[in-house]
C-alpha cells in the first residue's frame, strides 16, 4: 500500500470515528432523561435538526452509492430517533414537540419530493442535494453562535480594553492613584 493511500485511509477512518463519536454525544443527555426522568436542561431541536440532517446524507449517501455514507448516517439517524423518542417519552408537553417533529418532517418530505421529482437528471440532484445538505449543516452547527451577536459589542470593547492594557502598561515609578479601583 502506498503512503498516500494509508494516510488517506487513516484519515478517512479518523472522520468515522469522530463523526460517529459526535451523534454519540446525546447518550449523556439520554442518560439524563432517563436518571431523572424529565426532560429539564435537555433541548429537543438538536435532536431533531440533526436527524434531517443525517437523513438529507443518507439520502446523498445512497444517491452517490458510497456505503460509508450510508453507514454512519444510518447510525446517526438510528440514534437521534432513539433521543427523540425518549425526549418524547419524558416531555410533559408532548404536543409541541410532535407539532416540531411533523413540520420538519413535512419539510424533510417536501424536499425529497423536489429533490427525487422535479430533479430528473441524476449528476444534478446529486450536486444539488449535496450542496442543501452542505448548507444545512453548516447552519445548523453554526446556529449556536446567534446567541452571541448580543454580545458583540461587549465582546468588541473587551479586546480593545486588553490591547490598550498592552499598548500601555502602567510604568512602576508613577501614582494613578485616581485610576486604581
Not at 433541548?43 to 446523498?60: A, I, K, M
Not at 470593547?157 to 501614582?175: A, C, V
Amino acid at each position: 500500500m502506498e503512503a498516500g493511500g494509508f494516510l488517506d485511509s487513516l484519515i478517512y477512518g479518523a472522520c468515522v470515528v469522530f463523526t460517529l463519536g459526535m451523534f454519540s454525544a446525546g447518550l449523556s443527555d439520554l442518560r439524563h432523561m432517563r436518571m431523572t426522568r424529565s426532560v429539564d436542561n435537555v433541548q429537543f431541536l438538536p435532536f431533531l435538526t440533526t436527524e434531517v440532517n443525517n437523513l438529507g446524507w443518507l439520502s446523498y449517501g445512497a444517491l452517490k452509492g458510497d456505503g460509508i455514507l450510508i453507514v454512519v448516517n444510518t447510525v446517526g439517524a438510528a440514534l437521534q430517533t432513539l433521543y427523540i423518542l425518549a425526549y418524547l417519552h419524558y416531555c410533559p408537553r408532548k404536543r409541541v414537540v410532535l407539532l416540531q417533529t411533523a413540520t420538519l418532517l413535512g419539510v424533510l418530505l417536501l424536499g425529497y419530493g423536489y429533490f427525487w421529482l422535479l430533479v430528473p437528471n441524476p449528476e444534478a440532484r446529486l450536486q444539488q442535494l449535496g450542496l442543501f445538505c452542505s448548507v444545512f449543516t453548516i447552519s445548523m452547527y453554526l446556529s449556536p453562535l446567534a446567541d452571541l451577536v448580543s454580545n458583540f459589542p461587549g465582546i468588541v470593547t473587551s479586546f480593545i480594553r486588553f490591547w490598550l492594557f498592552w499598548k500601555y502598561p502602567q510604568e512602576q515609578d508613577r501614582n494613578y492613584w485616581l485610576l486604581q479601583t
